[in-house]
């Protein structure tokens, strides 16, 4: 499910017919009358390998991030219609199922896909009781998505009802499991202790910007920048390398490997945060070391070392396209610094690179209302577009706002 999710981060980049968000059909296609959805479900029949009440059933909970993505990428209302009682009800079954009393949410390590990192004791199959940052943070994003969902299709009452949930439980989530030691979201276990481990899962609560009070927001993500924490040579770990069960050697797993999947999220969330300057280092870092062994190994692998050249163990070859669904809109948003967002017919580019050579992108979609070029040196942005749109250009901690025809055309920027 949260493999598959991250695949759609390519909806709304691709020309043409093909709809990558479509690959959650399937999903809802298996869904049960109580609103369950499983995890793992077989290509082309709906088939899922797991029931409801077995703890690594489901999860991460991805599906309505992923499905908001698209909407803000294509503009389809159409299909947040369609999708939207599945993902409602789904949310409802999490809710009812996967949470403690206090209202924070479990999952596993299998479940949240963080497989063999030991951020929970003995927690690879079971939630051993204990609160888990990256549920309890999923599912805030969650709220938010759904809310957004329930405005724009007028369903007031359910907006309301997750709006309400999402309040209660940022209150918990920032009153539990932050430890002020650390300056760091953490796993909490049911005697109130934290986990001893500092997990990219944390991370997750970048992507709402609700969740994170400001006097704590700079701190948490400075651990981005301290080399003996996340920062190492190759970014980002998927556990900080002052944790004592990260692995700089193998990577072994989730224990230090870095995820391209799970380090664009991080840069997603620093989006969400403002803190562009910081996701496009660490974008042009990822990239660099992505295409450098993809050159001297000519493959895609689903996890790197973080502080040494190469794939991490297991090394496993990247066949369903996890990396590359990571990396293609990583360059496109944070490395060249493109957000469209086509219900808003508006396109900010954040221009961050050196302009000493011409740069930037062709035929990027708009919806399905055709393509735009754009393309800029340091003193004019070169345009072709079938459709007009806002253009917002950040450069040099000056914004400029255009409105744009369709049309050819060329923008001084003297």
Not at 308 to 327: C, F, H, K, Q
Request: with cysteine; net charge negative.
């Amino acid at each position: 499910m949260g493999q598959s999710a991250f695949l759609t981060n390519l909806s709304g980049y691709i020309p043409g017919s093909f709809k990558f968000v479509e690959l959650l059909d399937r999903f809802y296609a298996a869904q049960h009358e109580t609103g369950f959805i499983h995890r793992d479900v077989t290509f082309g029949t709906s088939e899922a390998y797991a029931q409801a009440f077995d703890p690594n059933s489901t999860g991460p909970n991805l599906l309505a991030w992923s499905e908001w993505r698209a909407f803000r990428l294509t503009g389809d209302k159409n299909r947040i219609a369609a999708v939207f009682p599945a993902l409602m009800a789904h949310h409802r079954w999490c809710r009812d199922n996967r949470t403690w009393r206090n209202g924070l949410y479990w999952t596993t390590g299998y479940a949240s896909e963080l497989i063999n990192q030991p951020r929970v004791p003995n927690g690879r199959y079971h939630h051993r009781h204990w609160a888990w940052i990256d549920a309890c943070s999923q599912a805030v994003l969650n709220c938010t998505m759904l809310e957004r969902m329930a405005l724009l299709l007028e369903e007031a009452e359910m907006a309301t009802e997750v709006a309400t949930e999402q309040d209660r439980l940022i209150r918990v989530i920032n009153s539990v499991m932050w430890n002020g030691e650390l300056n760091f979201y953490q796993d909490v276990g049911p005697d109130g202790v934290f986990s001893p481990l500092k997990s990219i899962a944390a991370y997750w609560a970048l992507l709402d910007a609700k969740l994170i009070p400001k006097d704590r927001l700079s701190p948490f993500i400075q651990h981005l920048r301290d080399t003996w924490s996340f920062r190492t040579e190759f970014v980002l770990p998927t556990l900080s390398a002052d944790s004592d069960a990260y692995n700089a050697r193998t990577g072994n797993g989730w224990r230090g490997a870095v995820w391209p999947h799970l380090t664009y999220m991080v840069q997603r969330g620093l989006n969400v945060a403002q803190h562009f300057p910081l996701a496009h280092k660490l974008a042009l870092n990822h990239v660099d070391m992505v295409s450098r062994v993809h050159t001297s190994t000519d493959k895609f692998w689903e996890n790197y070392m973080s502080e040494d050249l190469g794939p991490a163990e297991p090394m496993t070859e990247d066949v369903s396209g996890l990396t590359p669904a990571a990396i293609i809109p990583m360059v496109l948003e944070f490395v060249l610094g493109f957000s469209v967002d086509w219900p808003l017919r508006q396109i900010i580019w954040r221009r961050s690179l050196s302009p000493e050579q011409v740069y930037g992108v062709r035929n990027l979609p708009l919806g399905n209302e055709g393509t735009i070029d754009l393309l800029s040196d340091e003193d004019t942005i070169q345009i072709r577009t079938d459709a007009p749109i806002t253009l917002i250009i950040h450069d040099n901690k000056e914004i400029f706002q255009t409105a744009v025809p369709a049309g050819e055309f060329a923008l001084s920027l003297k």
